[in-house]
């Protein structure tokens, strides 16, 4: 069967979204460290709620759906190429290492979603957080991303 675009091209797509989006999650917390370190209604504070936001709306998103998208389409055509077969036959011989990347990246969105709603709460200028807790909160993506590239990459079991 021949399909819209071939494996690795959509493979190094979904790699590329996973990069932006990963690198975005990474230079949030960053920014809310910066922004809740910063004089309240002062000039940093000003570019840091600027910033993230842009950093948000114009990388962040995008490469999340992207990814997202990438991903469905890797699983739907290639992963699990004989939907012919009852859903749960299909779903059984799908490996099992993927359900630990599938559940690793779901909680990476539930991170992003997070990392919104953090956003606009500092943008009205409630800091519940601090400096240091969100210089830690960024390390988080990084070690799931590592998680989940070697889970995709060595495939486990």
Known sequence: MEHLISYDLARGLHIIADIAWVAGLL?????????????PGGELEAKMIAASR?????????SMILAWTFGIFLFATYMVPDWSRPLPEVLARVPHWF???LALVLGLSAYHGYLIGE??????????????????MSEVPFLVAIVVVLLATVEPF
Not at 121 to 130: D, I, M, Q, T, V
């Open 54 to 62: 842009s950093l948000r709306f114009i990388i962040v998103m995008p």
């Open 27 to 39: 230079m949030l917390p960053r920014f809310y460290a910066y922004q809740t370190g910063s004089q």
């Open 99 to 101: 359900w630990l990347k």
């Open 119 to 136: 956003g606009r709460k500092l943008a009205k200028g409630e800091r519940r957080h601090s400096e240091k807790f969100w210089r830690r």
